[in-house]
């Protein structure tokens, strides 16, 4: 599938999924296409091999369209109130926290132990899960709302990234900087920055977080940065060097 898009610094007609490469030439996931839909903040829906995964949904008052999704499976990485709000969710399926090994809905999810602080004046803010699960052939990771760099025994943990959701604005989370360590020590090949500061986001989380640009300002030379025109795309082949996607915000 093909479509317009732009890269930062000039626009451009690309191919929206570039295919992982040997030189040039693209070589296809072994399975049937994947799409990733940015829900705002935190949140997104992944589908693919017949299921759809809701990881960390967003309430209505946080200011992104709220209407409910179908869901086979729900992640929820903390109980904080922007990332917990399972009634985003149509009916009621499995609603997935804590660490560990997790079976629901055909997939295998696994949850890594991060924290939410750096600080230890912040340490009120405790804990997050990382999760990473494998779907229709992508390797998927979520970092949460991390509050400090990786550590070698959870870039261990995590293993093998296809693509990254990396919290880029800073306050609650790592900030610009740490985000892009933290790519580089996963090695993605697409990374998907989350948790920044929007036009329809809350005023209150608003006022505290840094926007997207900021991230995109120190991300590695030979990353390529490609702004969706929509908030919904697909995977169907992976990049030769690592693309940065960021998508359209959604707005009602």
């Known amino acids: 599938m093909n479509g317009s898009a732009s890269v930062i610094g000039w626009p451009v007609i690309i191919p ?11 070589q296809p996931l072994r399975a049937a296409p994947v799409s990733v839909q940015w829900l705002g903040h935190a949140c997104f829906l992944i ?3 017949g299921k759809r995964v809701l990881i960390d949904p967003i309430p209505p008052k946080l200011g992104y369209p709220s209407d409910p999704v179908s869901a086979d499976v729900v992640l929820v990485s903390h109980d904080h109130f922007d990332h917990c709000y399972v009634k985003l969710a149509q009916g009621t399926p499995p609603v997935i926290r ?41 390797r998927f990771c979520h970092l949460s709302d991390l509050g400090r760099d990786l550590n070698p025994e959870q870039t261990k943990a995590i293993g093998l990234v296809d693509v990254l959701f990396v919290p880029v604005g ?34 209150d989380l608003a006022a505290k977080l840094q926007p997207v640009e900021d991230f995109l ?30 998508f359209a915000v959604p707005s009602q």
């Open 98 to 138: 804590g660490t560990g090994s997790h079976q629901a809905a055909g997939l295998t999810f696994v949850g890594v132990p991060a924290k939410h602080w750096e600080l230890p004046k912040d340490r009120a803010r405790g804990d997050v899960v990382i999760f990473c699960w494998e779907q229709a052939g992508v």
């Open 217 to 246: 300002a120190v991300i590695p030379e030979d990353w390529q940065a490609v702004r969706l025109p929509a908030a919904r795309s697909e995977v169907s082949s992976l990049p030769a060097a690592t693309q940065v996607w960021v």
């Open 47 to 49: 589908e693919g091999a």
């Open 16 to 26: 929206l999924f570039i295919g992982w490469a040997l030189l040039t030439q693209a």
């Open 170 to 203: 800073g306050f609650f989370t790592i900030g610009p900087e740490q985000a892009v360590r933290a790519a580089q020590a996963l090695k993605p090949k697409i990374v998907v920055p989350m948790h920044y500061r929007t036009p329809v986001l809350m005023a």
